[in-house]
């Protein structure tokens, strides 16, 4: 009978699990989605969804008890804004779909990802104005600009 067991280990100490747990928060709070086992997924979903409900408050107290547990003050601001996406919603923040096997393992893969998309502009640096000839004007960003500078010295 199984009694006392609160979850899954996952063969690792307790340092090690508290670190994978950290990762596994951190990957899904940048990039939105995740693909990993099922047994990680399952491990890791209660403790996202009380991080984004510890979030929903959005007060410097629950700021810090988001960066005390996720150890990287981008990830817990990444939270707060996840925070607010569902300050309507009283829970369910994520959703496990399955991919199948893994063909080395056959572990079950998973694709665990928010139930909404939070949408964040990417940053994206400004174009430069490069002038080549007599009125006419490329745009090119500062790589593309460097090989066509190269370019024109040469001739």
Known sequence: MRKGIAFKKLSRNTNERKQLL??????????????????????????????VTVAKKNSLSSLRQLYKETGNLDVAKM???????????????????????RIGDAAESVKMEWVEKLNIAPIVAKPKVV?????????????TEKKLLKKTNKK
């Not at 928060?25 to 403790?47: C, D, H, V, W």
């Not at 939270?79 to 096997?101: A, D, Q």
């Open 79 to 101: 939270l707060v804004e996840y925070g607010k996406l569902f300050s309507k919603r009283n829970g369910g923040y994520t959703r496990i779909l399955r991919l199948g096997e």
């Open 131 to 143: 002038k080549l000839e007599k009125n006419t004007k490329v745009v090119k960003t500062e790589k």
């Open 22 to 51: 950290r990762n596994l928060i951190r990957s899904m709070a940048m990039r939105g989605y995740m693909e990993t086992t099922r047994t990680k997924a399952k491990f890791l979903q209660p403790n996202l969804e009380k991080l």
